[in-house]
């Protein structure tokens, strides 16, 4: 802590890229010195130091992952691999793993394509696991799957430690996936994997591909799509509302990769279960979305359509009668629409221009919500600072990345939320693991999102705060595991875990569940070497 403390002394110009660097050094120095110190410093400190483990540092650390390379960390396998998978996954030294992240580095936070350098995340996003989940640090294994990199200023860089060839493709590319995939199973039958920050061609097709034969998830695609379903319902809560009016919100969605589509689904899920859970009202809750990616407005006149836009691509003849029509920008959309969600999943900073944000002048809404969910910092669609002096007090305000609330002049401040997945996949994990699902259901998520959603308190929502400070993450991920496993209860999906086998699970009350979970988290304590008889 000292010398993490004297590093600030001496940055006299604040927080800056090396300085936050060099603050990761440190960590990432002690992580591999002393595990149990490294959690004690980073659970006792969340706030301070989440960021500098994952997102935004992160972001930066698998950018000049090659250079920062010291000790290597993690499982790397390669398309060179091929047919010796099964083998290599029996070098790993632990007995048991209980949590896997794994990425192919294609799509890095709104980072592109970073090849082996994306095992960061990986590394990031269970460090979170270990901190806000308790899963034992022994048992979490973060894994890059090596299939070559299109960034081109890799491939041409000395240093670079990946495979310095193109990326694989079709079937090549599921074969080592699919390889992947049957070895970690085989030698760890219970092991839960988590996709993290796949491009979205094959986000999606890996999540079909998988969900329903092994315990897996895509975080950016589903653990996104929670977190934004708890912020979208405490919007509607914050405007004095009751959640059950959200079927009536107007929202604009920028961005339709694997966090806005899946974003979309969802939301779209909620609003039909809300307005009657039958066909008619899922097929009338899509025109409450409009959605815009890089080519502007999609509508039905969209050529060679994304099949997973094109649910939410909007009618011409109906979009002519709004004054829009196919590839519209973002501004006219806002300007048109008048929405009471601005929502950005899209990876461009600065997208939600002073142009955009003074056309949300005009929302219908009592209370406009802004949601910049694009990470890290620099590619935020706009910052809190641009939001609450374009459109005053009277805003909701999100973000992916961490920004600090805004003073408003007026004695009062501006809560700037932040709106990251951070707050679902560990609990999404704990979860599963302690109720034995045998997959992660469509169910299970739900519950995850509804009990993130009923956290915040009507007094907290009211004043514009609509997710917890991370410093709570602890108690936050205890309550979303339990929302989990009393799901995968109702569902008859839970096969016990450990000595709490399926009927004694299903005994157990609410607070109970509660115990159980945080009975079963890790913390970061020195084992007993020596036992002393008295
Ligand atoms: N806050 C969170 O928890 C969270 C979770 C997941 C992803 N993200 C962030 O979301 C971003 C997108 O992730 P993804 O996996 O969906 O990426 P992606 O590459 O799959 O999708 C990006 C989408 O943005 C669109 N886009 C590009 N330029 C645009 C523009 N000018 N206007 C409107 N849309 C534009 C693209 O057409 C594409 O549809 C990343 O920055 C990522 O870090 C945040
Ligand atoms: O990693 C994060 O901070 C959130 C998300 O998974 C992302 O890809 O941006
Ligand atoms: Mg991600």
Known sequence: MVDLKRLEVQARDGPSDPNALAKWRILNRLHDRNETMYYKVLINNIEEYAPIVYTPTVGLVCQNYSGLFRRPRGMYFSAEDRGEMMSMVYNWPAEQVDMIVVTDGSRILGLGDLGVQGIGITIGKLDLYVAAAGINPQRVLPVMIDVGTNNKKLLEDPLYLGLQQHRLD??????????????????????????????????????????????????????????????????????????????????????????????????RKTMARMLGNNEVAFQSAKSQFWVVDAKGLITEGRENIDPDALPFARNLKEMDRQGLREGASLAEVVKQVKPDVLLGLSAVGGLFSNEVLEALKDSTSTRPAIFAMSNPTKNAECTPDEAFSILGDNIIFASGSPFSNVDLGNGNIGHCNQGNNMYLFPGIGLGTLLSGSRIVSDGMLQAAAERLAAYMSEEEVLKGIIFPSISRIRDITKEIAAAVIEEAVEEDLAEGYHEMDARELRKLSRDEIKEYVINNMWNPEYPTLVYRKD
Request: charged share 20%.
């Open 170 to 267: 079709g079937d090549d590319y599921l074969a080592v996936i699919d390889e992947f995939m049957e070895a970690v199973f085989t030698r760890w039958p219970n092991v839960i994997v988590q996709f993290e920050d796949f491009q979205s061609k094959w986000a999606f097709k890996l999540l079909q591909r998988y969900r329903t034969t092994y315990r897996m998830f895509n975080d950016d695609v589903q653990g996104t799509a929670g977190v934004a379903i708890a912020g979208l319902l405490g919007a509607v809560r914050a405007q004095g509302r009751p959640m059950i009016d959200f079927p009536k919100q107007k929202i604009v969605v920028a961005g339709a990769g694997s966090a806005g589509i899946g974003v979309l689904n969802a939301a």
